[in-house]
C-alpha cells in the first residue's frame, strides 16, 4: 500500500506558480498519481493523473521524475478562487480490491492565496 | 455540478439514535464510494460497492452499514450515533468496477450528532 507525504500547508500570492510536492517512496509498478482538490464543505474534484514524465491539461501540470518516488503539481498562475486543500494518491487503478492507496485521500495540503 | 446527489445535506439528532445518507450516483456510474471527513481525520475512505456488491472495505465501523440498491443509489445507514461521528459524509461514483482515476463527489451530508 503506497503511502504518500505532503507539505500540512503552503501559502502563495495571485500571480505565482506554486509547485507542491508528494513524496511516494513505496510506489509500486502499477501504481498511477492522481491529484484531487477540494473547497471547504465541497466533495473532492479530480485534477489531473500521470503514470510518469508529465502531464499537462488546463488547469494544472504534474511533473513526475524517472524513479517515480515523488510527483510535484504544479498551478499557473494561482488565483484567490485556487485557495483550497489539494490531495495527492497512488494506487493501481486497475485493482480495485486489493491495493487501497487509489482511494486513500489522507490530510492533503492546505494552500492559501492572498492578493 | 458532479452529478452525484446527496441527501439529506445537513442533519442534526442525537448521542444513540440511528440516521440513513442517501446517495444517487452519476447516470451510468456503477460503482458507489463512501467517505468520511471530519476536522481531525481528513477524508476517510469507509467502504466501495459496485453492481449492488460490496467490493472494498475501509475503516467503516461496525455500527455502520451501507448498501447499494438496484437502482444503483447507496445508502448509508449510521447507528447508535456518538459525538465522534459527527462529520460530513461524502458519496463518489465511478462508471468502473476497477478504479480509472477519477471519482466523481456529492456535496455531501453534515452530520451534528449532540
Known amino acids: 500500500l503506497a503511502k504518500t507525504t505532503q507539505p500540512i500547508s503552503m501559502d502563495s500570492y495571485e500571480g505565482q506558480e506554486v509547485n507542491i510536492t508528494c513524496s511516494h517512496n513505496?510506489?509500486?509498478?502499477?501504481?498511477?498519481i492522481t491529484w484531487y482538490q477540494q473547497f471547504p464543505s465541497q466533495g473532492p474534484r479530480f485534477i489531473i493523473q500521470?503514470?510518469?514524465t508529465k502531464v499537462t491539461n488546463e488547469v494544472a501540470s504534474l511533473f513526475i521524475p524517472a524513479d517515480r518516488k515523488s510527483s510535484t503539481l504544479s498551478l499557473p498562475r494561482v488565483s484567490l478562487s485556487d485557495t483550497a486543500v489539494y490531495y495527492c494518491l497512488v494506487g493501481d487503478r486497475s485493482n480495485y480490491g486489493g491495493s487501497q492507496g487509489n482511494l486513500i485521500f489522507g490530510k492533503g495540503t492546505k494552500l492559501s492565496v492572498k492578493p | 455540478d458532479s452529478g452525484v446527489t446527496q441527501t439529506p445535506k445537513h442533519l442534526i439528532t442525537a448521542t444513540g439514535q440511528r440516521v440513513t445518507l442517501r446517495c444517487s450516483p452519476r447516470s451510468g456510474d456503477l460503482s458507489v464510494y463512501w467517505y468520511q471527513q471530519s476536522l481531525d481525520q481528513g477524508l476517510q475512505f469507509l467502504i466501495q460497492?459496485?453492481?449492488?456488491?460490496?467490493?472494498a472495505k475501509g475503516n467503516i465501523l461496525e455500527r455502520f452499514s451501507a448498501q447499494q440498491f438496484p437502482d444503483l443509489h447507496s445508502e448509508l445507514n449510521l447507528s447508535s450515533l456518538e459525538l465522534g461521528d459527527s462529520a460530513l459524509y461524502f458519496c463518489?461514483?465511478?462508471?468502473?468496477?476497477?478504479?480509472?482515476?477519477?471519482?466523481?463527489f456529492g456535496e455531501g451530508s453534515r452530520l451534528t450528532v449532540l
Open positions: 500521470g503514470y510518469k
Open positions: 513505496n510506489i509500486a509498478t502499477n501504481d498511477y
Open positions: 460497492y459496485y453492481n449492488g456488491e460490496e467490493r
Open positions: 463518489a461514483s465511478s462508471v468502473e468496477l476497477e478504479w480509472a482515476g477519477e471519482l466523481f
